[in-house]
Nanobody, 118 residues
Framework: VQLEESGPGLVKSSQTLSLTCTVS??????????WNWIRQAPGSGLEFMAV???????YIAASLRNRTSISWDTSKNLISLQLHSVTPEDTAVYYC???????????WGQGAQVTVSS
């Protein structure tokens, strides 16, 4: 399975950041798999953002819930993330990662650098 993130690279403050994770070599509806968005800001650790599971259920981190949405397109085998009202503090590398139930994260994309300008 391979994951590839894509995004705009540069976003202005207050705009909406839209990211896509395209999955190849496997189906996003495969049993017991979930698909995560995780980010890492400069000088910081990894921050979990949101996840969509194989049954379509979703969960978003409480700190981001009021301005984040996650969705999937099973026909295109991709997962999308939208982060609204971005600020420079949202500057980070955004990763997509697969997770297998009880086994943890398995595959990571290469990451998409996103810079938010003020």
């Amino acid at each position: 399975v391979q994951l590839e993130e894509s995004g705009p690279g540069l976003v202005k403050s207050s705009q909406t950041l839209s990211l896509t994770c395209t999955v190849s070599g496997g189906t996003i509806t495969a049993n017991y798999y979930s698909w995560n968005w995780i980010r890492q800001a400069p000088g910081s650790g990894l921050e979990f953002m949101a996840v969509v599971a194989y049954d379509g259920s979703t969960y978003i981190a409480a700190s981001l819930r009021n301005r984040t949405s996650i969705s999937w397109d099973t026909s295109k085998n991709l997962i999308s993330l939208q982060l609204h009202s971005v600020t420079p503090e949202d500057t980070a590398v955004y990763y997509c990662a697969s997770e297998r139930l009880w086994a943890g994260y398995e595959r990571w994309g290469q990451g998409a650098q996103v810079t938010v300008s003020s």
